[in-house]
């Protein structure tokens, strides 16, 4: 059985919804739902970054409340990216974005502790769009 999904937003007014849930193989997937179908996959570090800098920068479209994540869960999002960072630079810079969620910082500062963790040269909303269509949600369903 398939835990529940948190949205964090939609891409555009007619996009489909992102979001994650915790899978039994100890990760998180990437949750992409549309009209015609939900596509889960495992998530990368990456991945995950993407969606906590989005929540934080409001800059999806709003999700249903019934499923919008919380601070708390993109919390434990972020502290989960921690315990399998890729290596130790990224490692560290994620513990510094752990600290400054937890410490209730503005939210541009927690988005710029995020975009440092991420890999060189990701833009995060490109990357959520690339993924969405990757799951058969086409360029022109992510556009925004």
Do not use: K, N, Q
Request: negative net charge; contains cysteine.
């Amino acid at each position: 059985m398939a835990a529940v999904a948190c949205a964090v937003g939609r891409l555009g007014a007619d996009g489909p919804w992102l979001g994650f849930a915790p899978s039994l193989e100890d990760r998180y997937d990437l949750v992409v739902t549309g009209i015609s179908h939900a596509h889960r996959s495992p998530a990368t570090v990456d991945d995950l970054l993407s969606l906590v800098i989005a929540y934080f920068e409001d800059s999806l479209d709003e999700p249903p409340e019934e499923l919008a994540a919380t601070h708390a869960d993109i919390a434990a999002l972020v502290r989960h990216a921690l315990a399998s960072a890729p290596d130790e630079r990224r490692g560290a810079l994620l513990a510094e974005a752990v600290d400054a969620i937890d410490d209730g910082l503005a939210a541009d500062v927690v988005v710029t502790a995020l975009a440092r963790c991420l890999d060189v040269g990701v833009d995060p909303l490109d990357r959520l769009r690339e993924r969405a269509a990757e799951a058969g949600f086409g360029p022109a369903a992510a556009r925004g």
